[in-house]
């Protein structure tokens, strides 16, 4: 029997390996102490009337959830083309600001002719109509244009192609409309007052943003589980090449995925008029890359965990700055929202790397 003999270089990746292993623990750990102690303190503080009240943390927690229904319905279109192609399509965000700011044209045109005020719901639909067919136009020519010829190439070169496209179209769109924010007109004021739902107190606008995501999630899992053209959608995501010796036309299916991805744009971006208004050439960015962490939190690839990735990190965004950063005694913790956000996309990656529903991937993004 011969003997294994450890070379130098393997002995010295073994103590790289074992030191970077040992960093993460600490890390980890370290993380868990500061949370905890946070939370403890914050209790401790709740308990004694001396933060915030409980009304004040229930309307955090409500609007939470809505910034986050948001954020699930542009997730569903990183999630589902990565799902198919593989690569994450960073210009994504970019396809939600098309429809942000086509609506907002739609908005001040029906505004000026008086519907958004006596008219409100059908120049609703006119407004949401508008941003649907252009975040989906705007996906089909990102598919068609950008990725489709890349497809046989390194899966790095459609990821840095989608990095171009994203600032193509900020560009594109910068000089179309300028650099200047725009806002939509003031929603009435049956739309925007406080209803009492089962005790909560919640805007008319942050109830209609959390059914419309619950009901598109629910339209969009009944279609790619019942019909069809959802079956071939799983297919071509599971082996594109043993689709296509079933007879599934790729290339359509492909489109298809890009479509519905922007339709859930679409609809995200009437979910920001009605929660925030303001609207420009960059209104995508951030948002798009909320978006990308909360399909990494809830699972790349997984439909119900990039919805529920994304009400998670939309109420963790919400609460955290008042449950963990304020208490810890960090000043101004209310402008630090961003960094809760992408702290959580840290902390998953270090527990659960898969995300918390786990990957949903093809064969050949399989290890």
């Not at 600001?97 to 000026?112: E, K, L, P």
């Not at 995200?268 to 609207?279: D, S, T, Y």
């Not at 919400?318 to 929202?337: E, M, W, Y």
Request: proline fraction near 3%.
């Amino acid at each position: 029997m011969s003997a294994t003999v450890a070379t130098p270089e393997k002995a010295k990746q073994s103590r790289s390996s074992t030191w970077i292993d040992t960093f993460l623990k600490v890390f980890r750990l370290a993380a868990i102490a500061i949370i905890a102690f946070g939370l403890i303190r914050f209790v401790i503080l709740f308990v004694n009337d001396e933060t915030i009240s409980g009304a004040q943390l229930m309307d955090l927690v409500m609007a939470g959830l809505a910034q986050g229904a948001m954020y699930g319905l542009i997730a569903l279109g990183y999630s589902m083309v990565y799902g198919v192609l593989g690569f994450i399509n960073f210009a994504h965000g970019e396809v939600f600001m098309a429809g942000a700011i086509t609506g907002f044209v739609v908005a001040d045109a029906t505004a000026r002719v008086g519907m958004w005020e006596n008219q409100f719901l059908l120049a609703l639909v006119l407004v949401m109509a508008a941003a649907i067919s252009t975040s989906t136009l705007t996906a089909v020519l990102l598919e068609r244009i950008a990725y489709r010829p890349l497809r046989g190439a390194p899966r790095l070169v459609p990821l840095i192609t989608s990095i171009g496209a994203s600032f193509f179209l900020q560009n594109l769109v910068l000089g179309m409309v300028g650099p200047a924010s725009r806002s939509y007109p003031q929603a009435p004021e049956w739309m925007t007052k406080s209803r009492d739902v089962f005790g909560l107190a919640l805007s008319g606008s942050r109830i209609t943003v959390i059914v419309l995501a619950l009901v598109s999630m629910f339209v969009l899992k009944r279609f790619v589980e019942d019909t069809k053209t959802g079956r071939a959608m799983r297919a071509v995501a599971e082996d594109k090449e043993i689709a296509a010796l079933m007879g599934i036309d790729v290339d359509k299916t492909i489109r298809l995925v890009f479509i519905v991805g922007g339709i859930m744009a679409g609809i995200a971006a009437i979910a920001w008029a009605l929660l925030f208004r303001q609207v420009s050439y960059f209104v995508g960015f951030i948002p798009g890359i909320k978006a990308f962490t909360a399909a990494v939190v809830g699972g790349i690839g997984n439909l119900g965990g990039a919805m529920v990735g994304g009400l998670f990190l939309g109420t963790v965004e919400s609460v955290g700055p008042q449950t963990i950063l304020d208490p810890l005694g960090i000043p101004a913790a209310s402008q630090l929202r961003n960094l809760i956000a992408f702290g959580v996309l840290v902390l998953v990656l270090l527990f659960k790397p898969a995300g918390l529903f786990g990957e949903l991937l093809g064969s050949e993004d399989r290890a």
